[in-house]
């Protein structure tokens, strides 16, 4: 670690923002530590284990929508097709009657398709002679469009028993713990929370709600990290704001390591004359200080802290220090390796890109990676296509809040003309 730690560290101000993936996913460990939780309690928790399907799912045959269920091998027989109704079977009653051969019932969706039907014409397709509460009514319809097996869904077509039903890694969100209870089970074995010590650095950081001085701004970094960790499902260790004073981050660092899986701080990282961060970190752990080829977000500390006994402590994500600068590094950098560090499947906590148009020229400087932030919307000719949310300064935080998804250009791109395709990562779900 400590070797892997001091290579990219000689070699940080080269580093493009795929190296800084492979850095991260080499150090975050899934936390080890896992718990039984009740299926309402385990919303936004990461699977410890597979879930196998215990039943076969459906558990039996069953009609795919209200209709008449009957024997395909008759649809070859006639056009159209007559069959005489020999009763109406409902959903969670399983008909224990006899069929006469040539025989439909009337049945509705969901319920168990006899032995020998495996076939339903819905009833809109349908014409009854005779009614319902007759002793025989027929249900006429036309046999050209259907098939044997025909609105039938089969036992075990969506999982067969013993087959995974949930990979280890998941994230559980509403369908998968819908799954799990279609499953009939009531518990899941999940890892437990990742703890998270979160601290913001500077002298100028004043809290929300103290009276405006001189040279002071309000401390939002941390306020928005804490939504951001919280929205992941970590537990938060909230620090406060550090001073820019030796002593005081010292004391930071050491309390946040005391129980923290990871210490994520904002600030402090850069060249700065009052950064002490770097001198602390190198002290009290193992910490490369990166300078990453991407705008907004260029310097970054990573690393891990050491322990009293010599094991290997919490991971140090420290990140920038301009409002916009430290979310996109967070979203970007530290969201993927936090997912990681909960048991999420790395490839899965890797949001999908799509690609749109530029609705205006970008400038764009070759050799860094630029997220911009846009707008998605329609134009006149009904495409979608993105348009920046106006000044990119990493300072200016409302352009995030204006903006629905990130452009990503890459690394080799120069200037981009107007109507030039370019990925674009939406931001709903991930801030």
């Given at each position: 670690m400590t070797q892997l730690l001091t290579r990219i560290g000689a070699d940080a101000g080269a580093m493009q923002v795929n190296q800084v993936h492979t850095l991260l996913r080499a150090l975050a460990q899934p936390v080890a530590e896992t718990e039984s939780l009740p299926l309402q309690q385990a919303l936004g928790r990461v699977l410890a284990a597979d879930v196998l399907s215990p039943v076969d799912v459906p558990p039996h045959d069953n009609a795919a929508m209200d209709g008449y269920a009957f024997a395909g091998q008759w649809l070859a027989t006639a056009e159209p097709l007559a069959l005489p109704v020999a009763g109406t079977v409902l959903a969670g009653q399983p008909w224990t009657g006899d069929i006469p051969a040539g025989h439909a019932l009337r049945i509705m969706t969901g319920a168990m398709l006899p032995p020998g039907l495996d076939t339903v014409v819905p009833f809109e397709l349908c014409q009854l002679e005779g009614t319902a509460d007759a002793a025989a009514p027929t249900v006429r319809f036309a046999s050209a469009g259907l098939r044997p097996g025909a609105n039938r869904r089969q036992r075990g077509e969506e999982l067969a028993t013993g087959a995974t039903a949930l990979p280890a890694g998941t994230r559980l969100g509403p369908a998968e713990l819908g799954l799990a209870a279609g499953l009939g089970l009531a518990q899941l074995t999940v890892r437990r929370r990742l703890r998270v010590a979160l601290f913001s650095t500077g002298d100028e950081l004043l809290q929300p709600g103290e009276a405006a001085r001189t040279g002071a701004i309000y401390d939002s970094n941390r306020f928005a990290l804490a939504a951001a960790l919280q929205q992941l499902g970590c537990t938060v260790h909230d620090l406060g704001a550090v001073r820019d004073e030796p002593a005081a981050l010292r004391a930071a660092l050491q309390h946040a390591a005391q129980d923290a899986d990871v210490i994520l701080t904002s600030g402090g990282v850069s060249s700065g004359d009052a950064d002490h961060t770097q001198t602390l970190?190198?002290?009290?752990?193992?910490?490369?200080?990166?300078?990453?080829?991407?705008?907004?977000?260029?310097?970054?500390?990573?690393?891990?802290?050491?322990?009293?006994?010599?094991?290997?402590?919490?991971?140090?994500?420290?990140?920038?220090?301009?409002?916009?600068?430290?979310?996109?590094?967070?979203a970007l950098l530290a969201r993927p390796a936090l997912l990681q560090a909960m048991g999420m499947d790395a490839e899965r906590a890797t949001p999908a890109l799509v690609q749109v148009p530029l609705a205006v020229p970008l400038r764009k400087r070759a050799g860094r990676t630029e997220f911009v932030r846009a707008t998605l919307h329609t134009n006149a000719q009904g495409q979608v296509e993105a348009r920046p949310t106006g000044n990119q300064s990493s300072a200016m935080l409302s352009s995030l809040v204006q903006a629905d998804a990130l452009l990503l250009l890459d690394h080799h791109q120069g200037d981009l003309a107007a109507a030039t395709l370019v990925n674009a990562l939406p931001l709903h779900g991930l801030l």
């Open positions: 970190l190198a002290e009290l752990g193992d910490v490369a200080f990166l300078r990453i080829a991407m705008r907004p977000g260029r310097p970054l500390a990573v690393g891990r802290m050491h322990r009293a006994d010599g094991r290997p402590g919490a991971l140090l994500l420290g990140l920038p220090g301009n409002p916009v600068a430290t979310l996109l590094s967070f």
